[in-house]
Each structure stands twice: as C-alpha cells, then as structure tokens.
C-alpha cells in the first residue's frame, strides 16, 4: 500500500501486518531511549484542518522518534485564512519535497483528493464522518494486547454512531479480523440506513453490556449535530439511557471499558468508569503511537529496524 486513506482498503492480512509490526513499535517505546532512525531521509507534513490532541501529537511524536524531519500546518496560522484552496495548499507545500502528508479534515473524502493532487503518501487522521484508519488499528491492537485477539470477541461501540468516523473504520476493521460488533445508542444519533453498516444494531445498553468483551463509548459530537441545543436526548437523558456507569462495572465483570477521547465525562461515561482499573483508554493512547510508528515505517517504504 502506498497511501492509508481508510480500511475499506486494506486487507484481513494488511492489517494484521500492521499489527504485527505495532508490537515491535511497541516494545521500543519501552526501552530507555525509544528512537530508532528509520524515517531518518523523509519530511513529513502533518496537515491538520480540525482540532485534534491525541492523533496530531502521536503522529508528531511518532515522525520525530523515528529521525522525520516534521513540519506542522494549522488553519489558524496558514494561508487558508486569506482564502487559499486545499489543492493549492498541497501543491505549494509538495513543491517543498514533501515525502508524507498526515491529514484530518471536516469533508469525507480529502485524503482521497489529495492523492490526486500531489506524488506524497497520504496518511488519513480523520475525514469528516467517514474514516479514522489509524484509529481503528489502536484500538485492535489495544484489544489484542488486553484481550490477546480480535477474532471472535463481541465489541460494543455505543454512542453518536451518526457522526463517527471512528465507528466505520472499527466495524470494517474488526469485521474483517473476525469480530461480531454490535452498535448500541438512541435511534436519533443512528445514522440512516443504519443496517448499511454492517454492524448488529440495539437499542438497549443494558442487553448489549451483559452481551460484549469489548465496551467502546463514542463522544456525542456535539459540534456536528445541528440543533444541538434542542438535542433529544438531553445529555442528561444520554447519561442516564446509554451512559456507562460504576453499577455496570459490578454487575457486568466481564467487559473492558475503550474510549478513542476526547471523554465527556459524566455524559458517555461516569468519571469514575474512565478511571477505573477495567478502563483501558490511556493503554489506547501509549498504542496509538506505536501504531503510528508502524504506520509510517510501512508506507515510507519499511526498512528492518
Ligand atoms: N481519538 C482522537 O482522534 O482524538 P483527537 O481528536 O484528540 O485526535
């Protein structure tokens, strides 16, 4: 593969390449100076048109321990703000030899775009409600380190399915490593065609916590929902109908607690829930780097380290 634009793309055994190689990257995180100079000639530019802390900083991080030489846009700081279009964006910043652009973007389909705009590997962070690869693969290389394989766990992912990009990349992802997933939220953040997904469908958080391996709580997205203010269900009602709370914990011992973050704490889940010792989330942000590390080691062409 020479792009990551989304797993729709990638194979059974692509994945489990990148998994596989996931694990060395992981290991290496926990030596005492967790470098290895494999990106050492390529320059990388992180592309970033939506907020991000944990993708943006973990890709960053990832290209420096591996010797990159990184570059970082904002739309704030950039010349967007006077009006420059995306595809003159990507052409000047090519024209500087760019190797590899990371990019995350409100609109579905840019990492696609800019695969047609210039010669650079693209690496998706996120586009619109349509796919986080990366994503998806920390959080099976998450299950796998707790749960020791994807195939044949039952996975919940419970929340703002409508707007999640993060949902797709998993179910397709997990689907294809043997995984049954289940989607579990109100009928007013299920998007249309919802069996479309692939996925089995609830609407009962309590059936689908007594049923999974695996619970995944998604952030209700607030910023893409229009009407947000007459929002039905109310956070408060989202809490009290889907929201994960310690009572579940003791009555359901058998699920472990994900999350991809940003947490809204008391409304997806009780504070205490984020914090509890079946919560693996900052486990899927220390993986997201190595997953990253292995990402870019891959398409930059995966040199032996
Ligand atoms: N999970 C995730 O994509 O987080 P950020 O938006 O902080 O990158």
Redesign the pocket.
């Known amino acids: 593969q020479k792009h990551l634009l989304g797993l729709a793309d990638y194979s059974k055994e692509d994945i489990e390449y990148v998994l596989e190689q996931a694990k060395t990257f992981r290991e290496v995180l926990d030596r005492p100076v967790p470098k290895v100079p494999t990106l050492r000639d390529k320059t990388i530019v992180n592309l970033f048109y939506?907020?991000?802390?944990?993708?943006?900083l973990s890709f960053e991080l990832a290209q420096k321990r591996m010797g990159a030489d990184v570059v970082n846009f904002s739309t704030s700081s950039s010349s967007t703000k006077k009006g420059e279009s995306l595809k003159d964006t990507i052409r000047n910043i090519s024209s500087m030899k760019i190797d590899m652009v990371v990019v995350?973007h409100e609109s579905p389909g840019v990492p696609h775009f800019l695969t047609r705009c210039v010669d650079a590997a693209i690496l998706n962070?996120?586009d619109g409600a349509h796919e986080?690869p990366t994503?998806a693969l920390l959080d099976m290389f998450t299950i796998q380190q707790e749960l020791g394989a994807v195939e044949g766990k039952k996975i919940a992912i419970i929340g703002d399915i409508t707007h999640s990009r993060?949902v797709r990349s998993n179910i397709i992802g997990m689907k294809k490593l043997g995984a049954e997933v289940t989607i579990c939220g109100p009928k007013s953040l299920m998007p249309n065609h919802v069996n479309a997904l692939g996925a089995n469908v609830s609407y009962n958080l309590e059936e689908t916590l007594q049923w999974c391996d695996v619970a995944m709580a998604l952030r209700i997205q607030l910023e893409r929902i229009e009407g947000s203010t007459d929002l039905f269900p109310s956070l408060r009602e989202y809490h009290q109908l889907f929201g994960i709370r310690m009572d579940h914990l003791e009555k359901y011992p058998q699920f472990t607690v994900m999350h991809?973050?940003?947490i809204n704490r008391g409304v997806e889940m009780e504070s205490e829930v984020a914090d509890s010792d079946r919560a693996v989330i900052l486990d899927q942000v220390t993986n997201g780097l190595a997953v990253r590390m292995a990402i870019l080691y891959l398409l930059s062409g995966g040199v032996r380290i």
């Open positions: 939506e907020n991000s802390t944990r993708t943006r995350r962070a996120g986080h994503q993060v991809p973050g940003p």
